[in-house]
């Protein structure tokens, strides 16, 4: 405590610390904005709304089912069977006839009756429900836990979108202030040249100085032309991972000094691995296994399915009463032998697990590790960030006796420009120690899971 004390006193000397009242904090907004306008996260978001669409037909299954079917056939020919009708009665009718006097029983013909309908129709409406069928139980509790899955997926890639908005910011930061030190180390050169100059205009001045002058601008130029590629590139990152036009401007009126606190307190702090969505995704993977496993071996639970038809059939599109019919039935399913498919199946869902628990324990021993290279991280980080706070406290004033030798003829020009190149060395030294220990706390706080979420 007294360590953690020490360094928050020091680093509340600093210029700018605190944060000043009523400042909105841009990285939070744009971590907001992120969340929602990330094109990563928003397929992720669709498989979600998938997972969901696909319980909803899961429970479905349980509802009563109606379908509308129409069966029409005709045909000519093929099979027949004989009915001589005529060569039984006729003669039987003939006699009845005679002895009645009438001709009340008419003579038949031969009959072929053919086994091929001709214009036969068969139109019903079918109602089927299940009634006893546990793989639709265990298909309903997979899809809500492919749902937590998919959830788990959801929050893992949140995490690592915020963690790449920090580091693509302070990248941006980091870019920014190298751009204003060369910019700075310029302003310093072109000084040189002109304090150049005017000594050679008095006689008291070099040539070689001035064209040495002239040097130092042009190198410091080409500096800044590449530090302004590196803040273009690091604008394209950032905009590109909030899903924004890749000119957008940045907002950088961050609080540096006080986010480095926030890193010294996490650099003293625990750091644990138990809030990561990984392990929970883990332990949901293998409850879904064993639900696997549970359905597999439920094969021998008879399925139990119900059917009530309500139509019409008849040939040569008749619709009558003896058309209209109703059937209503049963269907009972029990394997009795698969050549041990089922009970294979059991075996790989078992086996399935195995490989799941195995699989987290793994997870749980590269998270760990993780954790303690971000840690590591961190600490060199920061170790780097104090080192580099005390040479730029040397160098800058090592720059001003040298300058203020320079002035008075006891220090040469080149002693100057070594100087300036320490100096300037030194600030971005600094700036981008300071930067790298931010993005080594957003790595920290990423392998922890330790950054809260406003869901609001």
């Not at 993005?439 to 950054?451: D, H, W």
Request: glycine content about 6%; proline content about 3%.
């Amino acid at each position: 405590m007294l360590i953690i004390s020490f360094i928050l006193s020091v680093l509340s000397t600093l210029p700018g610390w605190g944060q000043v009242p009523g400042q909105k904090d841009p990285l939070e907004k744009y971590i907001a904005e992120g969340l929602v306008d990330n094109l990563v996260l928003q397929q992720k978001n669709v498989s979600l709304q998938k997972a969901l669409l696909a319980l909803e037909t899961a429970r479905s299954m349980f509802l009563p089912a109606l379908d509308f079917q129409f069966n029409y056939q005709t045909a000519n020919g093929g099979r027949a069977i004989m009915l001589p009708l005529g060569d039984l009665l006729n003669s039987a009718y003939a006699t009845l006839n005679q002895l009645t006097g009438t001709q009340d029983f008419p003579q038949l013909e031969n009959e072929t009756i053919s086994f091929m309908p001709r214009d036969y129709y068969d139109t019903h409406i079918r109602t089927s429900v299940p009634i006893v069928n546990t793989d639709l139980l265990y298909n309903k509790k997979i899809s809500k836990q492919q749902i937590v899955l998919h959830e788990d997926e959801v929050a893992i890639y949140r995490r690592e979108l915020v963690k790449e908005i920090k580091s693509a910011f302070y990248n941006y930061l980091s870019a920014v202030k190298a751009l204003e030190i060369s910019q700075s180390s310029l302003r310093l050169a072109e000084e040189g040249k002109r304090v150049n100059e005017k000594l050679l205009e008095n006689g008291k001045g070099l040539p070689a100085y001035v064209l040495r002058a002239n040097s130092e601008i042009a190198s410091e130029q080409a500096t800044i032309t590449a530090a302004r590629r590196q803040v273009d590139n690091a604008r394209l990152l950032f905009n590109s991972l909030l899903n924004r036009p890749a000119d957008s401007l940045i907002d950088t009126s961050f609080n540096v000094e006080g986010e480095l606190e926030q890193a010294c307190i996490r650099l003293n702090g625990e750091a644990g691995i138990t809030g990561r969505e990984e392990l929970k995704s883990t332990d949901q993977m293998i409850l879904l296994k064993e639900t696997v496993v549970k359905m597999n071996k439920s094969y021998l639970i008879p399925k139990l399915n119900g059917f009530f038809d309500l139509g019409s059939q008849a040939e040569n599109w008749k619709y009558n009463e003896q058309s209209r019919y109703y059937l209503a039935g049963f269907r009972l399913d029990l394997p009795l032998f698969a050549g041990n498919r089922n009970r294979q199946a059991v075996i790989q869902a078992q086996l399935d697990v195995k490989d799941a628990r195995l699989n987290q324990e793994q997870i749980r021993q590269q998270l760990d590790v993780s954790v303690r290279f971000a840690q590591n991280g961190l600490k060199a980080a920061w170790g780097t960030y104090r080192s580099s706070q005390v040479q730029l406290e040397a160098a800058e004033s090592y720059q001003r006796l040298i300058e203020r030798g320079y002035r008075s003829g006891t220090n040469t020009y080149i002693e100057t420009v070594d100087a300036r190149d320490q100096l300037t060395a030194a600030r971005m030294a600094m700036s981008i120690s300071k930067y790298r220990v931010l993005i080594a706390a957003a790595e920290l706080e990423r392998e922890t899971a330790s950054y809260h979420f406003n869901e609001q």
